[in-house]
């Protein structure tokens, strides 16, 4: 699993996590216009313990980090999508969940015109895993985003 953090150009960051109560904080609440740099981070066993603890349940798992530097003109893309597999009993037993995944899309864009279309689009798509596929899509999760 990972946490996200925001870098700001005055130096600050501003972590999902609280370093201290490990209380989430809302992604709603990211300066946007003041980001120089975004990244989603592993969390570090001692941090996760703290992180359940207030309330929500997350594991620490070895993987690598990723970034992005903004620029001037740049926009983040980050969301999370959550996908899961069930299996439904005919015989009125319930659902059984197969499989459950979450995919991370962190990306930088630029927006050009008065239209403000989209510009020079790069996505990554990350999973739980740690592997990564990167794209040109803006938005979305189709065959051209994901292969297996």
Not at 27 to 41: A, S, T
Not at 78 to 97: D, I, L, P, Q, Y
Not at 112 to 131: L, Q, V
Request: include cysteine.
């Amino acid at each position: 699993m990972f946490q996200w953090v925001a870098f700001y150009t005055d130096g600050t960051v501003f972590p999902q996590f609280h370093p201290e109560t490990g209380k989430e904080h809302l992604y709603g609440e990211v300066e946007h216009d003041r980001l120089c740099k975004f990244g989603l981070y592993p969390f570090h066993p001692e941090f996760a313990e703290k992180v359940t603890a207030a309330g929500t349940a997350v594991l620490a798992i070895p993987l690598p980090h990723y970034e992005v530097h903004l620029g001037r003109g740049d926009y983040l893309t980050f969301f999370r999508k959550n996908f899961v597999e069930t299996k439904f009993s005919m015989a009125g037993e319930g659902a059984e969940v197969n499989r459950r995944e979450i995919i991370y899309a962190l990306g930088v864009h630029k927006i050009r015109g008065r239209k403000r279309r989209y510009d020079a689009h790069r996505i990554m798509y990350i999973r739980e895993d740690g592997s990564v596929e990167l794209s040109s899509q803006r938005l979305g999760f189709g065959k051209a985003a994901w292969s297996k």
